[in-house]
């Protein structure tokens, strides 16, 4: 599904985000990324949205060369993946129900069943009862919630998160973990950026970490 191969990563000519990047995540696999703050994960993960471009190196995902996409093909690429980031990003002036529409919204998904799909996302994460209310009503955890239907509500292929229990407890946070199994298990390949080493831990799958922009480890689900 994802393949790097010699990447690296430079801003400015000088700073060396990542370094020499090598590996692979076979579809359907849930992956973690570990690491330092400013290790890269942030950054790797901007490089699969292709809102950054490698300095070097080749990023295949899907079999394709992302890199060689035309303009055009951007939006249509990105349609294919959903990104929950640690801070919501929701639209504080509308919905919960509207905020999930969003991205229905944008590729212009018929009403009746934009609504349909946004509900039965709600549902899946636990909030269908709270869709009319606005965000700042919910606590953090669900607010967390709502980020995450708003990613899956297209049926993304590919779900990229980016510390996304960062500001959770540890209970909170192992409830949202268990959202992303959800979907790994029904065939989205997950690829998740997270410090939280003991959580990981517990859920036993591939761990990739990163120190100082270089790939150091490599741990397969024990």
Do not use: C, W
């Amino acid at each position: 599904m994802i393949a790097f191969e010699h990447v690296g990563k430079r801003y400015g000519g000088r700073f060396e985000a990542l370094a020499n990047i090598d590996f692979r995540v076979r579809r359907g696999e849930m992956v973690f990324l570990t690491g330092h703050s400013g290790a890269g994960k942030s950054s790797l993960l901007r490089l699969v949205m292709r809102l950054e471009r490698p300095s070097r190196g080749r990023i295949l995902v899907a079999g394709h060369d992302i890199d060689r996409l035309h303009v055009s093909q951007i939006p249509f690429y990105r349609r294919q993946i959903g990104v929950v980031f640690q801070d919501h990003q929701l639209l504080f002036d509308r919905s919960i129900f509207h905020n999930v529409a969003l991205p229905l919204e944008i590729q212009g998904v018929e009403p009746h069943e934009a609504a349909r799909r946004v509900r039965a996302a709600l549902d899946k994460v636990g909030l269908l009862h709270r869709e009319k209310a606005l965000p700042i009503e919910l606590s953090g955890g669900e607010q967390q919630r709502v980020g995450i239907a708003r990613a899956v509500v297209h049926k993304p292929s590919l779900l990229l998160a980016d510390e996304p229990t960062g500001n959770l407890d540890p209970q909170l946070s192992a409830d949202i973990m268990g959202l992303f199994e959800d979907f790994n298990r029904i065939g989205t390949t997950v690829m998740i950026a997270s410090h939280d080493l003991s959580l990981i831990a517990r859920l036993r799958h591939r761990v990739l970490g990163l120190r100082d922009g270089r790939l150091v480890s490599d741990e397969e689900a024990a």
